[in-house]
């Protein structure tokens, strides 16, 4: 399994998230530990601290859009959509939208998922995407995500995400992409 790479992130935005991250044990189960952004996002310097982060080598120019998923994934997008001077898309759980919709289906731990799109209103064709998210686990909701965008016809140009779950293979799984990791669990 490859390591996560964390080093070109900035020590400082490191250490913003975890003095600012409360971690609880055996949540949601006994023997896991969750770890609460909450504290993270609700400070404005450790919130402004991620979003640098997440926007990391990107600039102004380099991507047409940012994309959130559903949910903590969009408050994210769009602070790093502001930040990057393009548009945020949210990319849905399954019937938050109205027809036609572009989805995806993938596979959880406990079942099964859907990610949409809207179909029309959105031509994603030749368009380049960067991808945030709070939590890169398994991998299956970005890979889920980078599969719709594939389908809608754009160009994946990153994925940013705040806090890795080693041991989890979500990096293996999505090792052709280009992926941002402030700091692991």
Do not use: N, W
């Amino acid at each position: 399994m490859t390591e996560p790479a964390i080093s070109e992130v900035s020590p400082t935005i490191v250490a913003a998230v975890e003095r600012l991250m409360r971690r609880v044990e055996d949540f949601p189960a006994a023997g896991v530990q969750f770890c609460d952004l909450t504290p993270v996002l609700a400070d404005p310097d450790g919130f402004a601290a991620v979003v640098d982060g997440l926007v990391g080598s990107h600039e102004v120019g380099s991507v047409d859009y940012v994309a959130g998923l559903d949910a903590r994934g969009f408050l994210l997008a769009g602070a790093v959509a502001v930040r990057l001077h393009t548009g945020v898309l949210a990319i849905r759980k399954a019937g938050k939208l109205p027809p036609p919709v572009h989805s995806r289906s993938y596979e959880l731990e406990y079942g099964a998922a859907t990610l949409e799109l809207p179909a029309d209103g959105l031509d994603l064709r030749g368009k380049r995407v960067l991808v945030v998210d709070d939590v890169l686990a398994t991998g299956g909701t970005l890979g889920a995500a980078v599969g719709l965008l594939d389908d809608c016809g754009a160009v994946v140009a990153g994925l940013s995400v705040v806090l890795e779950v080693p041991g989890l293979g979500g990096r293996d799984r999505l090792a052709d992409t280009p992926l941002t990791c402030l700091t692991v669990a």
